[in-house]
């Protein structure tokens, strides 16, 4: 795939989460303005495991799943992992969502993110309403992934033989927190040196994350 386009890849609906590439020069950028891709984040934000959930809908998202495996995943990307295996368990995956059609997330979403896990090696593959309980009886391991982030300051810095450190403790948002953070660090960070020790800035208040 050309480094710069998602031009043909994935469902239109998929496709329009991002940045188009003549303005992003990367391919896969989620467009930040986007009121889709926020209505997603807070929908996703707000989902438990007996949230409804629209089977159909989620086995046509699978397709989609799969592109971004293949596209997305470091470990594809970078020809460690072979993404074939995972086709195998979202062709399954599709079939029982059509067959049994379960109206929650947590049933629809069942054990198989939990495969994706262990096939890709990656702790970090997690959807939004799985069941955990669920996911622990049948397997001992579900412990991981720990999706609740390490006590402190979401971003905290520290200068070490002159070397400024950048610790980040949470990836990922809703649009307004993540960019709320942002701004806070840069102007935490406008007035470090080399001699300032360190600094931390904590999470945006609700309030700010909510936009109320």
Partial sequence: MDAVTVEGYGSTELRGLYLAADRSGVAWLLDPDSETVTGLARAASARTRESPCDPVALADDLS???????????????????????????????????????????????????????????NHLYAAGEDRDLIASIDPRASDPRTEREPGPVVSESVLDGV???????????????????????????????????????APTPAATTGT
């Fill in 64 to 122: 989609d799943l799969d592109v971004l495996l293949r596209e997305r995943h470091f470990g594809v990307a970078d020809g460690v992992l072979d993404p074939g295996p995972a086709s195998e368990v979202l062709d399954r995956w599709r079939d029982r969502l059509l067959v049994q059609r379960p109206g929650t997330w947590g049933t629809a979403l069942g054990m198989f993110m939990h495969e994706l896990r262990w096939l890709f090696r990656d």
């Fill in 164 to 202: 400024l450190c950048v610790r980040v403790r949470q990836c990922g948002g809703l649009a307004q927190s993540s960019e709320d953070l942002m701004r806070a660090w840069q102007d935490a960070h406008a007035g470090i040196s080399a001699t300032s020790g360190s600094s931390s800035i904590s």
